[in-house]
């Protein structure tokens, strides 16, 4: 995958030699909380995420996934990346998480929008997904910033969280409207 400069930010493939960086932000209850995942309990977790996680997509026709890299202390600050394959159709799955020192400042915006440009000029998807629980009010205004319209719920179960509302909130922008809007 190409790297994308936006501001003092890269998205850049994950490094092996980034574990200690995700174990930074990963074992951050709050900023994991809406995740499926943590918090993480030691670099170890991170590392095998990595290694078990990351890594085996290129075996499912997907890419690594990209690290959003603070590119004047060099540290990995966040993930996003397209972790699963839609089952109709040619698209995939958006996810992604930042470092909460790093929140509000627009530049998980900035990722997906690079990100919506890459899943349709470079990989040539026909559709992107994304999906958030109800209560990610933050994750909702980006989607909505980003272009995405709202699809449907879906219910979610997480038992190892405390989530109010286990309801997904799916959105979806397509190819087509992607190219209509430039």
């Known amino acids: 995958m190409p790297v994308v400069t936006f501001?003092?930010?890269?998205?850049?493939?994950?490094?092996?030699?980034?574990?200690?960086?995700?174990?930074?932000?990963?074992?951050?209850?709050?900023?994991v909380r809406y995740?499926?995942?943590?918090?993480?309990?030691?670099?170890?977790e991170a590392k095998k995420a990595i290694r078990y996680i990351f890594y085996p997509?290129?075996?499912?026709?997907l890419p690594v996934g990209y690290a959003i890299v603070d590119t004047k202390n060099k540290r990995m600050i966040g993930t996003i990346d397209f972790h699963t394959q839609l089952a109709k159709g040619n698209g995939a799955e958006l996810g992604f998480v930042l470092h909460?020192?790093?929140?509000?400042?627009?530049?998980?915006t900035q990722a997906v929008i690079a990100m919506i440009e890459l899943g349709f000029t470079y990989l040539n998807?026909?559709?992107?997904?994304?999906?958030?629980?109800?209560?990610?009010?933050?994750?909702?205004?980006i989607i909505k910033k980003t272009g995405f319209h709202f699809t449907g719920k879906e219910p979610f179960s997480m038992p190892r969280k405390k989530i109010s509302e286990p309801v997904l909130?799916?959105?979806?922008?397509t190819k087509e409207e992607y190219l209509n809007e430039l």
């Open 7 to 31: 501001g003092q930010y890269q998205l850049r493939t994950i490094q092996k030699k980034d574990y200690r960086d995700m174990y930074a932000y990963g074992q951050d209850a709050e900023t």
């Open 57 to 61: 997509r290129l075996k499912r026709a």
């Open 35 to 44: 995740l499926s995942w943590g918090p993480m309990h030691s670099p170890e």
């Open 169 to 173: 909130y799916v959105y979806e922008l």
């Open 125 to 141: 998807y026909d559709k992107i997904v994304v999906k958030h629980l109800a209560e990610n009010k933050a994750s909702e205004a």
């Open 100 to 108: 909460r020192d790093y929140w509000n400042q627009g530049i998980m």
